[in-house]
């Protein structure tokens, strides 16, 4: 257990439903982030939040909706998905603000395996 | 911004031989270098950092990088593996000033042939 929690581990839906995707981290961090892994390709950065703000959506379409209710939870909510986004989504969080240093890297959970059907 | 090139996707390796595993970075400024472990059906794992001082920085399970600034370089390397060490192994890069995001290779999955 890394302390970044995700869930559910895998999922397959088809093109018309809508689920969410959970990730809950315990290690007090402000920063959380969403990151798509596809076969072959570099980790795609999708969302940052800080603080529960948003401060970064990396030109992601819509059918992807982010919600960071608080510090210590994140969600995905997917609704119309297109078989291409089939991919492992991971979780990953990060201590971040003004005066402290990035040099401890991301603490990243298990991932959901998604399959679009 | 920054850019990260792992030039293997794939490097096979006979059991208690060495590896290493090329990571070549672009930046115009002053890096952080980063090198991930995952293992089949796991998250990202921290595996090595270089933040400053000594170029040559170690992990607990025997992998070792060099920072090598000239030639832009923080290649992974291992004196002898272990079929424990079949994974995907990633490099990142970051800017080191606050706030600034991991940039991530492609990968390079590693696999230990006994």
């Known amino acids: 257990e890394t302390g970044v929690t995700q869930t559910p581990r895998h999922l397959v839906m088809g093109m018309t439903n809508k689920k969410s995707l959970k990730c809950e981290q315990h290690l007090g961090h402000n920063a959380m982030y969403w990151y798509k892994q596809s076969a072959k390709k570099p980790l795609e950065l999708m969302f940052v939040y800080n603080f529960k703000e948003q401060t970064e959506n990396n030109s992601v379409p819509s059918r992807f909706s982010p919600e960071c209710p608080n510090s210590s939870h994140l969600f995905l909510h997917l609704h119309t998905l297109q078989p291409e986004d089939s991919a492992l989504y991971l979780c990953?969080?990060?201590?971040?603000?003004?005066?402290?240093?990035?040099?401890?890297?991301?603490?990243f959970g298990s991932g959901t395996r998604l399959t679009v059907v | 911004a920054q850019s990260v090139t792992q030039l293997d996707s794939q490097v096979p390796v006979f059991e208690e031989a060495p590896v290493e595993l090329r990571c070549n970075y672009s930046?115009?400024?002053?890096?952080?270098l980063f090198w991930y472990v995952q293992y089949p059906n796991q998250g990202l794992q921290l595996l090595l950092k270089y933040l400053s001082g000594s170029t040559l920085v170690e992990s607990i399970n025997g992998f070792e990088a060099e920072f090598n600034k000239s030639q832009t370089s923080f290649h992974l390397r291992k004196p002898s593996v272990h079929i424990s060490d079949t994974a995907e192994y990633f490099c990142?890069?970051?800017?080191?000033?606050?706030?600034?995001?991991?940039?991530f290779g492609t990968g390079t999955r590693l696999t230990i042939i006994p």
């Open positions: 930046s115009s400024v002053s890096v952080y």
């Open positions: 990142a890069v970051s800017g080191n000033f606050g706030n600034e995001k991991l940039t």
């Open positions: 990953a969080s990060s201590q971040e603000g003004p005066g402290i240093p990035f040099n401890y890297g991301y603490t």
